[in-house]
């Protein structure tokens, strides 16, 4: 019985060890929890903060918070349109999507800053997208202030790395880790969303439609050119063809053409070879006829050249006698001509030693006279010289004159026309020099000329153009005002020229006067309209009835006198009036 007692309490308290250890196990199957690959979690409370990552610890509910952290790589779009899109650097506005791949950073720092400042918005994407787009839509700005419309879309690469760069460091803050952008949407913004009353609109927009209208022009250019190329394609292939149409038609006449002088030549030739064979026949009965005239003319030469050298050997005795007693004459004249030549010579030595002597004379009294006068020096100088001149040339005179040998005077003829032809040709060369010299004068005078009245006529137009300019800019009352000034100018040119038919009036003759009173000579009352002096009266009424009485009260109107009255005239041109 006891030991039976003894099993039944060893069973039961094994059972109770078993339900409490079932009910311990029950407990801590409820309250253990553990991270998977694609949320891990943060456990705050008691014990401090602790992150699980790929493992799992006990969470009391009372003691403990966990904070779960989704680890899956999220895709938050970005989409910038119509008026949010984003401005380039050269002021374009462009639509832009973007996605963005993002996940928390594997590591309990990055999970423990995740949870600390996402909360749960790690386990929805939507209400993240919410939190960071602000520094997503930023970053895409930033990037594209900095780059062209045209390098965005030729240089997506480096946008997209720029953008990663502006990015990941916010996003570590938040112990994110940006994996990668992509750029599946870029375009420009259509015309409607550009604000005109926009600065940064109205400078893109001005280039835009730059763009668009050049390009348009572009291809219109293109379009006609095309066009034009094609039209003047045709016109070439109808040219080549009117052309070679003309070469065939050409050729056709060509060939006829050197048939008929084919044939012309032949008939030609065969004239030719007729007329050949019958002036050889003439030719060699004239070469028998020439050589039996040469033969007998032969003789009879011989038989008189036999006769004429007789008669030259007898001539020729007598010539020789004669000859012999002409030298003989001609030595002795020439002894005597030579000894009257010496003599003259001599004289003329003579002469021109004593020319020479006073030439020195001179000279020595020139350069004394250049001492005390340099004006007069000159001109006894130029007396001297000549004197001198004149002296050598009465010398030469003489001495030419004295000499009476043939010989000589040959030879002084002979060097006098050389001389004069020297004297000639250098005269003719120096006018040719000088008129040469006289022409590039006058050419460059007239180079000048011209330069100068280019220029006279360029500065001339330059300031009648600015002339011309200030008076367009003139308004109407001042243009107004310059035309009547002009005709007051012009005024009393004009009053002279209307009454010179009033020079042909000899005499005026006042046949009835009436209204004179008044001490001051006044006429009649201003109230009849005919106010002044008889005289002015007087001259009114003969510009009443000038012969150019229209003109001249168009004239006047234009400057605001009606009625040609002269106290009117007078009244305008008065000094106090001009003042």
Not at 272 to 297: F, N
Not at 364 to 386: F, G, M, P, S, Y
Not at 410 to 416: I, N, P, V
Not at 493 to 518: N, T, W, Y
């Amino acid at each position: 019985m006891g030991n039976m007692n003894n099993l039944v309490s060893i069973a039961i308290i094994a059972g109770v060890i078993i339900v409490a250890l079932l009910a311990i196990g029950l407990i801590l199957v409820r309250l253990y929890r553990r991270a998977t690959k694609e949320v891990s979690f943060v456990r705050t409370g008691f014990g401090g903060e602790k992150v699980i990552v790929n493992g799992g610890a006990i969470v009391l509910p009372i003691l403990h918070e966990v904070i779960p952290v989704n680890m899956n790589t999220l895709r938050l779009e970005v989409r910038r349109a119509a008026e949010q899109a984003l401005i380039t650097r050269d002021r374009m506005r462009v639509d832009v999507t973007a996605e963005f791949y993002v996940r928390v950073k594997p590591l309990g720092e990055s999970i423990a800053n995740a949870a600390q400042t996402l909360g749960m918005k790690t386990m929805h994407p939507n209400e993240l997208k919410e939190l960071v787009e602000g520094k997503f839509v930023d970053a895409l700005r930033a990037v594209a202030a900095e780059m062209a419309m045209e390098e965005l879309h030729e240089k997506r690469v480096d946008f997209v790395q720029k953008v990663q760069q502006v990015v990941s460091e916010d996003l570590l803050k938040n112990g994110l880790e940006l994996e990668t952008v992509s750029l599946t949407g870029l375009d420009q913004t259509g015309f409607e969303h550009f604000n005109p009353q926009n600065a940064f609109d109205a400078e893109g927009l001005t280039k835009l439609t730059e763009a668009i209208e050049s390009r348009r022009k572009k291809r219109n250019d293109i379009e006609q050119e095309t066009d034009l190329a094609i039209k003047q394609k045709n016109l070439e292939t109808e040219r080549t063809k009117l052309q070679i149409s003309r070469d065939e038609e050409y050729a056709r006449l060509e060939q006829e053409r050197e048939i008929s002088v084919r044939r012309a030549a032949q008939s030609a030739e065969i004239a030719r070879e007729q007329a050949e064979k019958k002036r050889e026949a003439e030719e060699a009965e004239i070469a028998s006829q020439r050589e039996i005239d040469l033969r007998r003319i032969g003789a009879e030469r011989d038989i008189q050249n036999e006769n004429i050298q007789k008669e030259l050997a007898v001539k020729q005795q007598e010539i020789t006698k004669a000859r012999n007693l002409e030298q003989s004459e001609i030595e002795r004249r020439k002894a005597i001509e030579l000894a009257e030549q010496e003599r003259s010579i001599a004289v003329s030595e003579k002469s021109r030693a004593e020319s020479e002597a006073k030439a020195e004379a001179d000279r020595a009294r020139a350069a004394a006279v250049k001492e005390e006068e340099n004006v007069v020096t000159v001109r006894d100088t130029e007396r001297a010289e000549r004197a001198k001149a004149i002296e050598l040339v009465n010398a030469r005179q003489l001495a030419e004159t004295e000499a009476i040998s043939k010989i000589v005077a040959a030879e002084a003829l002979k060097q006098a026309a050389n001389d004069e032809a020297e004297a000639v040709r250098i005269a003719a060369d120096a006018e040719a020099q000088q008129a040469r010299i006289k022409a590039e004068g006058e050419a460059e005078a007239a180079k000048l000329r011209a330069d100068a009245k280019s220029r006279e006529y360029a500065v001339e137009a330059e300031g009648k153009r600015a002339v011309n300019e200030a008076n367009n800019l003139l308004s109407a009352d001042q243009i107004a005002m310059q035309v009547r000034l002009a005709l007051l100018e012009q005024l009393p040119a004009i009053i002279r020229e209307s009454v010179k038919p009033m020079e042909q009036i000899s005499d005026i003759k006042i046949l009835q006067v009436q209204g004179m009173g008044g001490s001051d000579g006044q006429g009649a009352s201003a109230e009849d309209g005919k106010g002044g002096s008889l005289a002015d009266q007087m001259v009114n009424s003969a510009l009443r009835y000038r012969a150019q009485a229209p003109l001249m009260d168009s004239l006047l109107s234009e400057i605001g006198l009606k009625g040609a009255d002269i106290n009117s005239l007078s009244a305008l041109t008065a000094p106090e009036n001009r003042a």
